[in-house]
């Protein structure tokens, strides 16, 4: 994993391979006694379940519209449109 900040980019490295670093004559910054906060992005993890989108799926089957599929589910259309699709 790197961090960017401020046009640098930096890795993260175990505690057990600073030896490494230090017989390599790498130069590191200890974070230690220092208060970071490391902010994961990313994908949120999905709203429905499997049982769920079999739901969806077959209100679709049955002839729901996405809008009104959308609408009873409490999520966009988008969202239906990718579980029609396979791509949720």
Do not use: H, P
Not at 61 to 85: F, H, P, Y
């Amino acid at each position: 994993m790197s961090i960017k900040y401020k046009d640098k980019e930096f890795v993260l490295v175990e505690k057990k391979n600073i030896n490494e670093l230090d017989s390599s004559n790498i130069n590191y910054i200890d974070l230690k006694d220092k208060q970071y906060y490391v902010v994961t992005q990313g994908r949120r993890s999905k709203r429905f379940n499997n049982e769920e989108v079999r739901e969806i799926k077959k209100d679709l089957d049955n002839g729901m519209s996405l809008r009104k599929c959308a609408e009873k589910w409490n999520c966009s259309k988008t969202v239906i449109g990718n579980i029609k699709q396979n791509t949720y």
